[in-house]
Structures are given as structure tokens and as C-alpha cells.
């Protein structure tokens, strides 16, 4: 596949893999009934290089994925404190990964490995829990081969579409890293095509890294380009791509790195490839189009080289303009077996220590935790939400808050197959309503509500907004702070679940009905505070009519209301 791994390859197939194998322990899923067979997980381009060259030990690594039920004493665990998680209503299928906020308050959730796509449309009162699901259309045939990707790049756009790219995997259990691509039109319900920017370093896009800029440019990284590193950006209206700059740092190559938008509308990546010991970090200045260093984290969150998975954490943007960036150190190295996090300032580009994952992850509950692969979301009053586990992917997952104050709690499980599922299967969503959505890769996902309210000062706030509206037509509002201040929810690649843009919430006063107008036009997806910002709205022809109020919602955080007629 890759001869620039080749190198790297060898440092670790011996010992490393045995170290895989051993943490590995996909040792069942509560999710049996609701899956299609075995997930696989994702990987670097090293790893599965491996594993294309050793046929046997990789129909080995996949057979433990197959369900075969709970793993030995492992238990759910439940808090004493912290939010609860409550089942949203059974999907029609199993599989279900990466949703994705729809500016009408409609959430999409994919298949995963297959072209199906879902909808969850949450009930009268805005619960999702309750709300009902439905069949969006299939995506499409892309050059003579049907498009069914897992693990790939996503964005919802200022135009109100959602681009997806690439693909570790695609209708199978075998990685290709597509370059394939489509572009989703929520009115229309149609998938079309998108054709990978040109170029030889985009015959692969995979799991790559993706991110929408502060001005609403969708950039896209290729996971696998090497010498030079590859980065482009998409024109939505003409459907195609122009070059940008890359990280420079690790020979110019960024497989398995996240990127994270900034306040100052940079984007920051911690870098994996810089050498065995990686602690470089970057940021792209999107004004300049250029990468420069953000500074270096005060000990390596990348899991070491000796362990075969080079793995990180996902990164949290949080309202003080922080980021907390979360470890993907598997345990394999003696000496180096608790997870770390480190916090950086965008405001000084400095990094500082953050604490150390709780070790109570493993079957018997005092193994090391990590985040190798794992989501994290920013709750709306400020924590982090974040699911973690034992090795890579060994069951079970737990769950935990990192608070403001740089403190880790540990929060209940989810209800139905944390005690089966290693922590890659999780994806988080920010909902409207201020829950966490989870995906597992059943087709039960589930609801996180938070213990604590949102700080009222990171609330979008409306400056200018109709008081009469007619059902079916658009309109415009305007405000500060309709992008949030934050990204949301985080994976890193192979999953991107933002929901940094404006939600408009009209409510019924005489029966407390809910719908969301349908937001599109975005002047900025900035995550600055008090951005000015605006956007156009149209009103759902099922809303009901007479006094009510409306709102903006970002990242699950709602405005003051203000008062409308609908007529």
C-alpha cells in the first residue's frame, strides 16, 4: 500500500502486534441482535498494512469481533451523580454510526458500511427519545461502484447540505480508503456524486480529517498522501476543490490526526508522525491559507509506537477558549499505562498538563482507561462528556465528565451495551435540546441528559427577528453567537459530528408544540464569542398558527426567546 511505512512497520511487528492482539479483546456485543456481523475497527494505514501482508492474523484479529456475548465480570456502571441516559425509539436497523445535525432540527444517521441513510425526527414537545424514524435515500453509485462508506469525513454546510468524503472501509470488512464522495440535499432528498480533488496524493481520502472553517469552507485532509501532505477546499456551488496548505510536521503526513476549529477561526491538529515520542502540535491560519506550530503538549498523547495503533484522542473546544485534547495511549508500554490530557490556550498557543484518565476501565474496573479512538462532546454547561476503555476497543466502555475546573468524573454508562462494546463504537451529537445523542452501532441509540444548565452568557443571542411569520416562507434573523462556541461534539477522523451553526426553535404558547425552522445561508460558523452572525430561516408549512416564540439554538444551548404570530 504505503512504502513509506516500511520503516515504521517493522519497529513494531513483532512485539506490537502480539501487544494488539492482547488489548484488542473484542470479546462480544450486548448489540448481537441488532448488528449485521462483526465491526471493524478503525485503523492506520501501518496497522492494516500488516494485516493485508498476514492474511491469518487478520482473520484472527476479525474473528473477535463476532458477538458472543458479555465479556467476564463486566458490569454497567451507575453514578451516584452526573447526568442519566434514557433509549431513544428502536430504529429499523442496526449499524447505526456518525449522526449528523440537518439545520431543520432533524438528526441523519448512517448505516455504517452500507448505502443506507436514516432520519430521527424528534416528537411534538422537541424530544428525540420519542421521536420516529424514517428512510432518507440511499447514496449513490460513484464510477461504477456503489458508495456505502465507514469511518470517512462529514460536514453540514452554510447551505443547509452535508458533504461526506472517503471511507476506511466501503460495503466491506476490507479497507480501501475510498475516494469517493457525495453531497447530501436535505429538500430534495438526493445524494449526488462529489469526485476527490485533484491530484495523485487523492487517490485515497479514508478516514480522513475534516473541518468547516469559520467562513463556511468545508477542508478536507487525505489521510494517506505523503511527501507533501495534502489539504483542500470545497466550492459547494461548483462541487469542486482547491488546493491548501497541510501540516508540515511528522514528513508531511497526518493519517489518523484530528482538526479542531479555533476561536481565532484557526484549526489545530496534534501531530502523530513527528517521531516516536510525538508531542508537536499545529495550526492552520485560514487567512494565510499556511500551517504554523502551535507549541508542544507537555507529554505525548499519541499512543507509543510500540503498540502498532497510532491512536489519538479526540480534542474539546470549551467556552473559555481551551482545548482539552484526551490521550490514545493503550497501556502496551510499561511504565506509560494511564491515559493523559493536555490543555491548550488558543489565547497564549501554550499548552499545559491536564489530569490523567481514571484507571477503572477492564473487567475487573482497575485496568487503564484510554481514549484511542473514542468521542467527546462539549455538554452545554461547560463539562465534557467523554467515553473511554481499556486497551484498544476492549469492552467495557465507560463514561465520565471533564469538568471546568480540569477535574474527571466518572458518569453512569449508557442503559443497554457499554459492558459489551469497546469505546471506538461510540460517536457523540449535540442535540437542540441541550441532550447528548450516542450511537453505538445498534439500533438503539440513546440520550444523555446533563445534571447542570448552560451558562447563560454563551447563549446565541437575537438582535433583530420577525414578529409575524407565515407558515411556508423565509425569513431572516440576526444576532451574536449563532455559531456557539464550540464545535460540539469530537472524534477526530474518521468521524466529524459539529453542530456549530444556527438551530431556529418556534414554539406554540397555548400547547408548548415545537418545530425547528429550517436554517440556511450561515454569514459565519465562527466560534469566537459575540460573533455577529446571521441567517435566513424558513417556517415549516405544519407549524401551528397563533401566539409563540422563537429562538436560536447552538451546540444544544437556546437563546432568550422572543415573541411571533405565526400566522
Request: glycine share 10%; aromatic share 10%.
Amino acid at each position: 500500500m504505503h512504502s513509506v511505512f516500511t520503516k515504521r512497520a517493522t519497529l513494531w511487528l513483532g512485539t506490537a502486534v502480539t501487544a494488539l492482539a492482547a488489548t484488542a479483546s473484542f470479546s462480544g456485543m450486548a448489540q448481537a441482535a441488532d448488528l449485521k456481523g462483526a465491526i471493524p475497527p478503525p485503523m492506520s494505514v501501518p496497522t492494516y498494512q500488516y494485516f493485508e501482508s498476514h492474511p491469518s492474523a487478520y482473520a484472527q484479529f476479525l474473528s473477535k469481533l463476532a458477538p458472543t456475548g458479555a465479556p467476564a465480570k463486566a458490569t454497567r456502571f451507575t453514578a451516584a451523580s452526573g447526568g442519566k441516559w434514557d433509549v431513544v425509539a428502536e430504529a429499523p436497523t442496526g449499524g447505526l454510526c456518525n449522526p449528523l445535525l440537518l439545520t431543520d432540527g432533524t438528526v441523519i444517521v448512517a448505516d455504517g458500511d452500507t448505502p443506507h441513510w436514516y432520519k430521527l425526527t424528534p416528537d411534538s414537545s422537541g424530544n428525540y427519545a420519542d421521536g420516529t424514524w424514517s428512510s432518507i435515500a440511499d447514496l449513490p453509485v460513484v464510477n461504477g461502484t456503489q458508495y456505502g462508506p465507514l469511518y470517512h469525513a462529514s460536514g453540514v454546510l452554510p447551505d443547509g447540505r452535508v458533504i461526506i468524503m472517503g471511507g476506511e472501509y466501503n460495503n466491506s470488512n476490507h479497507g480501501v480508503w475510498t475516494n469517493s464522495g457525495a453531497i447530501y440535499d436535505p429538500v430534495a432528498n438526493t445524494w449526488t456524486p462529489v469526485e476527490p480533488p485533484l491530484g495523485s496524493a487523492w487517490t485515497q481520502i479514508g478516514d480522513a480529517q475534516s473541518v468547516v472553517l469559520a467562513n463556511g469552507t468545508f477542508m478536507l485532509g487525505a489521510c494517506c498522501a505523503y511527501h507533501p501532505a495534502a489539504d483542500a477546499l470545497f466550492n459547494p456551488k461548483t462541487l469542486t476543490w482547491t488546493a491548501t496548505a497541510a501540516p508540515r510536521a511528522g514528513g508531511q503526513y497526518q493519517d489518523e490526526q484530528g482538526y479542531e476549529l479555533l476561536p481565532n477561526d484557526n484549526v489545530l491538529t496534534v501531530d502523530i508522525w513527528t517521531n516516536d515520542n510525538p508531542v508537536n502540535t499545529e495550526k492552520y491560519n485560514a487567512a494565510k491559507r499556511i500551517w504554523v506550530s502551535a507549541g508542544n503538549t507537555p507529554t505525548s498523547l499519541v499512543d507509543p509506537v510500540a503498540c502498532g495503533n497510532y491512536e489519538i484522542g479526540p480534542a474539546v473546544l470549551r467556552p473559555d477558549k481551551t482545548v482539552v485534547a484526551f490521550g490514545g495511549n493503550t497501556g502496551c508500554v510499561a511504565g506509560a499505562t494511564d491515559d493523559p490530557t493536555a490543555i491548550y490556550s488558543a489565547a497564549t498557543n501554550s499548552w499545559s498538563a491536564g489530569p490523567y484518565v481514571p484507571a477503572v476501565c477492564g473487567s475487573d474496573g482497575t485496568t487503564s482507561c484510554t481514549l484511542a479512538d473514542a468521542p467527546a462532546a462539549l455538554l452545554p454547561n461547560g463539562d465534557i462528556l467523554f467515553a473511554a476503555s481499556s486497551g484498544y476497543g476492549s469492552a467495557p466502555t465507560h463514561f465520565f465528565e471533564y469538568s471546568s475546573t480540569n477535574t474527571i468524573t466518572q458518569v453512569s454508562d449508557t442503559k443497554l451495551h457499554a459492558s459489551t462494546s469497546g469505546s471506538y463504537y461510540y460517536n457523540f451529537l449535540v442535540l437542540p435540546n441541550g441532550q447528548i445523542l450516542s450511537s453505538d452501532f445498534s439500533r438503539h441509540l440513546e440520550v444523555y441528559t446533563p445534571a447542570k444548565k448552560a451558562a447563560a452568557a454563551w447563549a446565541p443571542v437575537i438582535y433583530n427577528a420577525p414578529s409575524s411569520v407565515t407558515a411556508g416562507t423565509s425569513y431572516k434573523i440576526a444576532g451574536s453567537q449563532f455559531s456557539g462556541r464550540s464545535q460540539g461534539a469530537y472524534y477526530g477522523d474518521d468521524a466529524q459530528m459539529a453542530t456549530n451553526y444556527p438551530i431556529v426553535k418556534i414554539q406554540n404558547v397555548a400547547t408548548g408544540d415545537v418545530v425547528y425552522g429550517r436554517t440556511t445561508g450561515f454569514s459565519t460558523m465562527s466560534v469566537a464569542p459575540n460573533t455577529l452572525a446571521s441567517a435566513n430561516f424558513t417556517i415549516p408549512a405544519n407549524t401551528e398558527t397563533g401566539a409563540s416564540t422563537l429562538s436560536v439554538v447552538a451546540n444544544g444551548i437556546s437563546s432568550q426567546p422572543v415573541s411571533v404570530t405565526v400566522q
